[in-house]
């Protein structure tokens, strides 16, 4: 299934999209019991229900279905519990930026308040001088985890999604510490939906290319990661709890701006698109 919420900046709701057609279905108008917002959904699921709407369209009422063209996609999660970032997690990205690939997982926090639509403008802040992309395979976390084995671990993903780890690297690295880079407004798009963890087949086997006006910057593959999903969620899980709606954003490959001189302006195009997930595109205004 593909999750998404769409709508209005702050009054999004909880939908899926129609498997046979590019609607969306509206599962709150569907099914009343069921919440309309997703994070609240996923804080009790009832899978079951979700299920029976999927498995038997001709009993969704024609008012719970809702063209796609005409709507606008938030982020999936338009409230994410917490965002938790992994920095050098591909050795050819450490490598362009003189670094040594890490022996355990670097990982930083990004503030909720970054999240955007898969297709909402990126704000140049004014005081930003150096604008950055980074595409990444995003893991949302679907049910309470705290100190899971490796082996484990796909049991508590809901799914996968793009998102760009949009940077302002004159802060990350003036700060010496990613947070205020990471986490200004509107420096978290993702979406377009995620993507329910049953219908990727291999998450460790995904080619991630990232387009700015249309020319690739980056093209890399999740099987090129340091520290793969599984082990992430298992070191991430011995100290902190993750839980439903949580986002793990796994990494990126090579080819950002800021080591290769081709740093984001305003008017930019960046497109990311992972294999098997979809596309996002946001302009940079």
Known sequence: MKLVSYGQVGSERFGIIHPNSTQIIDVNHADST?????????KSPN?????RLVNNLSTVPESALVNLS?????????????????GLNYRN?????GR???????????????VTGPFDNVIFHQEVEKLDYE??????IGSKCQKILANEAYNYILGYTVLNDVSARCAQFSDQQFFRGKSMDTFSPFGPWIITRDEI???????????????????????????NISFLIEYISRNITLKPGDIIATGT????????NCLLKKGDIVELEIENIGTIKNKIV
């Open 201 to 227: 087949k291999d998450p460790m086997n995904l080619q991630l290319i990232c387009k700015v006006n249309d020319q690739i910057r980056q093209n890399g593959n999740t099987k090129d990661m340091i520290f």
């Open 253 to 260: 490959p090579d080819g950002v701006g800021y080591f290769n």
């Open 100 to 114: 040594t690939s890490p022996v355990k997982p670097m990982l930083f926090g990004k503030g909720i308040n970054s």
């Open 47 to 51: 899978w079951d229900k979700v299920k």
């Open 70 to 86: 005409n709507v606008r996609l938030g982020a999936p999660l338009p409230d994410p519990g917490q965002i938790i970032a992994v």
């Open 34 to 42: 069921i919440p309309f917002s997703l994070l609240t959904f996923l």
């Open 135 to 140: 595409v990444e395979l995003g893991v949302i």
């Open 93 to 97: 990205h450490a490598q362009e930026g």
